[in-house]
Nanobody, 119 residues
Framework: QVQLVESGGGLVQPGGSLRLSCAAS????????MGWYRQAPGKQRELVAV???????NYGDSVKGRFTISRDNAKNTVYLQMNSLKPENTAVYYC?????????????WGQGTQVTVSS
């Protein structure tokens, strides 16, 4: 069993910052990509940022230059530093980890953490 536990969401004013964390635990030998996705009400889930095991990153166009993804492989943890937050960044943010088991890659998801940007 693998579990992803997110933390760090909350209410922040426009222009503010938040840092999300996601720790993976359980039967894990290695983790390939780790990432963050978000889903706003009435919209589809979309990519925010992803980071490979080697540290290569990729960002959604709307967050480039404001959000930074990083990971600590020793702790099986991924972080998302969000700066200059805007009301349109309000969403439930989900952590994702792609974990190989017996030559098959499985997708695991966290329960989601609410980020609300409002004055």
């Amino acid at each position: 069993q693998v579990q992803l536990v997110e933390s760090g969401g909350g209410l922040v004013q426009p222009g503010g910052s938040l840092r999300l964390s996601c720790a993976a635990s359980g039967s894990i030998f290695s983790i390939n990509d780790m990432g963050w996705y978000r889903q706003a009400p009435g919209k589809q889930r979309e990519l925010v940022a992803v980071i490979t095991s080697g540290g290569t990153t990729n960002y959604g166009d709307s967050v480039k230059g404001r959000f930074t993804i990083s990971r600590d492989n020793a702790k099986n943890t991924v972080y998302l530093q969000m700066n200059s937050l805007k009301p349109e960044n309000t969403a439930v943010y989900y952590c994702n980890a792609r974990i190989p088991k017996r030559f098959v890659e499985y997708d695991y998801w966290g329960q989601g953490t609410q980020v609300t940007v409002s004055s």
